[in-house]
């Protein structure tokens, strides 16, 4: 008995039936979503949030971290725990298609449950500027959006491009990103901050250092000889009150340039220390303490 006749019959009435299947669906306003689309996703991260805000999944995205707070649509989605302490319980009653999270030990341990009971998740490392990147394509990979990924991308690499251009004429300035001020720690060479500050248009005033972010004393931050100190605020409508209160602090080194110069400056922590989507502002936010001049209007590079 010759069975391809058989097995051609059967192939075609199962897609006949599929097509009944969606037809129906759509009759009932469903949106019918292929296996690499996931319709329910779940953002462990801050800047994971960001990220599939930018690629366009808005109506895709379930549930965040209670940190994402950017863009501001992100404060009407359901919460599942903080950056630090994901709540898999909450997590797995959102009923995710797919969960997203960074590749550190407390967001990992908890992707990692997820994962043993049958949920599908996706862990980035995103700790320096080109992982960002990948972290962007991957996820663009998990959700089925390439083209968007891809403008995303371009847009970034194009803003980078033209701030790069604008600071390559200026002379080094040198930095200290100060992540505390007591006991005194500061952003390292091995950092992304660090990359940022490089793209504009610094360098760091401390040299290479066994950690990332670590802890100086006195004796290291004269000989470091910091031309301009950064500090964060997470909290834009905080800047006034931390920026006054920092150049109290920082009054106690008097002979330091940056003190001198009073080139001290609070900025918005949003864009300088989440790596996501905003990474032009955040290095534009870097470039504009550090070379005031060349952001105002009509300054010319060649005078």
């Known amino acids: 008995m010759n069975k391809r006749p058989f097995i051609s019959l059967v192939i075609f009435l199962l897609a006949l039936i599929g097509l009944a299947a969606l037809s129906l669906l759509k009759n009932k306003n469903c949106v019918v979503l292929p296996p690499n689309k996931p319709a329910r996703i779940v953002s462990l991260a801050p800047d994971i949030t960001e990220i599939l805000f930018a690629i366009g999944l808005d109506d895709r995205i379930t549930a965040v971290s209670s940190d994402s707070d950017y863009p501001p649509q992100a404060a009407a989605k359901n919460k599942v725990g903080t950056f630090w302490q994901p709540n898999i319980e909450v997590v797995i009653a959102s009923k995710p298609d797919l969960v997203i999270a960074q590749w550190f030990e407390q967001q990992k341990a908890a992707?990692?449950?997820?994962?043993?009971?049958?949920?599908?998740?996706?862990?980035?490392?995103?700790?320096?500027?080109?992982?960002?990147?990948?972290?962007?394509?991957?996820?663009?990979?998990?959700?089925?959006?390439?083209?968007?990924?891809?403008?995303?991308?371009?847009?970034?690499?194009?803003?980078?491009?033209?701030?790069?251009?604008?600071?390559?004429?200026?002379?080094?300035?040198?930095?200290?990103?100060?992540?505390?001020?007591?006991?005194?720690?500061?952003?390292?060479?091995?950092?992304?901050?660090?990359?940022?500050?490089?793209?504009?248009?610094?360098?760091?005033?401390?040299?290479?250092?066994?950690?990332?972010?670590?802890?100086?004393?006195?004796?290291?931050?004269?000989?470091?000889?910091?031309?301009?100190?950064?500090?964060?605020?997470?909290?834009?409508?905080?800047?006034?009150?931390?920026?006054?209160?920092?150049?109290?602090?920082?009054?106690?080194?008097?002979?330091?340039?940056?003190?001198?110069?009073?080139?001290?400056?609070?900025?918005d922590g949003g864009p300088v220390l989440r790596l996501g989507p905003r990474l032009p502002e955040g290095v534009e936010i870097i470039a504009r303490c550090l070379h005031p001049r060349i952001f105002q209007e009509g300054y010319n590079a060649q005078k």
């Open 111 to 267: 992707a990692d449950s997820l994962s043993r009971l049958g949920y599908p998740v996706l862990i980035l490392r995103m700790e320096k500027i080109e992982e960002l990147f990948t972290a962007i394509q991957k996820i663009a990979e998990a959700t089925g959006s390439p083209q968007a990924a891809d403008k995303l991308l371009n847009n970034i690499h194009n803003e980078l491009n033209v701030l790069r251009s604008k600071c390559k004429s200026a002379e080094k300035v040198k930095v200290l990103w100060v992540v505390q001020n007591e006991p005194l720690r500061i952003a390292g060479r091995d950092t992304f901050i660090n990359e940022m500050i490089e793209m504009a248009g610094g360098e760091n005033a401390v040299g290479t250092t066994l950690q990332q972010y670590p802890h100086i004393g006195t004796e290291e931050l004269l000989a470091g000889g910091a031309e301009v100190i950064i500090l964060s605020a997470m909290k834009p409508d905080n800047i006034e009150k931390e920026q006054a209160a920092a150049e109290t602090f920082w009054s106690k080194w008097p002979n330091l340039s940056a003190v001198k110069n009073k080139r001290i400056y609070v900025v």
